[in-house]
């Protein structure tokens, strides 16, 4: 089976996922996590697969709030019936400093002068855990 045409709609158990379909194109931005602690950081990836020719994201619009720890992108091609499949993602460490509900996204790509957007993403972060601080042993002293 060829998959020159990809549906719209896909949601992955655990992940929460945007995707947008055309004909030979998809576009998918998705995180590993919906629920963080300040601090712990969030993978989010963007995926853009099949004629991904002239295809530009903006840079990564965040809420106040977060922070880009890494960046990484790679590209992958394929043969698969004598068609090349090619896909490319980026992947973002980013890491939530303030506690509440955001919404990353939504995100926006560029390709053959069409504008594509793939919906926002909620994130719910929370205070970070606090440890119970430990007792110190009574220091009384006693005389005997």
Not at 57 to 82: C, D, K, W, Y
Request: aromatic share 6%; proline share 7%.
């Amino acid at each position: 089976m060829r998959l020159d045409k990809l549906t719209f709609g896909v949601c992955l158990i655990s992940l929460s996922t945007a995707v947008v379909s055309a004909d030979d194109f998809s576009f998918s931005a998705k995180v590993d996590k919906t629920t963080v602690s300040i601090g712990e950081p969030v993978q989010l990836t963007f995926t853009l697969s099949g004629d991904i020719a002239e295809a530009v994201i903006p840079p990564l619009q965040l809420p106040e709030g977060f922070v880009v720890m890494a960046q990484s992108r790679s590209t992958n091609f394929s043969i698969h019936a004598g068609a090349m499949e090619r896909s490319s993602s980026l992947v973002y460490a980013v890491v939530p400093q303030k506690a509440g509900l955001f919404h990353l996204g939504p995100f926006t790509l560029t390709r053959k002068k069409q504008t594509i957007t793939a919906e926002a993403i909620e994130i719910n972060v929370k205070p970070p855990v606090s440890l119970p601080v430990q007792q110190r042993p009574d220091t009384q002293r006693f005389t005997l």
